[in-house]
């Protein structure tokens, strides 16, 4: 066997193998929030805050730390810094509100921008290759961002109920890619 058809067949080897785990690893998310949704919502939440947590003494360090910054920016990065580290330590503390707060976040935050997104449309009209579609979008992205922005746990709580069906279905394609790729190259 030459090199040059070892080394392809390593990398196709390598393509099947991460098709093969990150569809399992996505069939795994998903299955996990469709039966625990606010078990796996929780978990997410508490990544976020340990992630805030870390974020915030980095910030702490480089204001601490740092030589080449001046006064007002180290004072801004350790104020940051501390500021991560408290929303961080509450979130942990408090998971369950915290969990809701995030629901609502997240849903105030996207009923923002499918609006935003909408007006947006409406705005390129002149642009677009079909007005008809783009009116229809840009409709539809308006009326869906009213909707979840006046229920917003709702809109999150559908939102994460589509997110695991999408990541079992998805996941479950990948598998099956990794048993079927060739690997053209």
Known sequence: MSTESAAEK????????????????AVIVGILILVWPGKTLAVVTAIIAIYAIAAGLVYAGLGIFSRTKGGWARVGHILLGILFIIGGIVALFNLTAATGWLLVFV????GIMWIVEGIVALSTLGDAASKGWSIFFAI????????????PVWG?????WLLGISLVVLGIINIVRAFT????I
Do not use: Q, Y
Not at 107 to 110: A, E, H, I
């Open 156 to 160: 999150t709580v559908v939102l994460w």
């Open 181 to 184: 790729f060739k690997g053209d």
């Open 107 to 110: 849903g105030v935050l996207v």
């Open 140 to 151: 539809l992205s308006i009326i869906a961002g009213i909707v979840v922005l006046f229920s």
């Open 10 to 25: 390593s990398t196709v080897n390598g393509i099947r193998t991460a098709l093969g785990v990150g569809g399992v690893l």
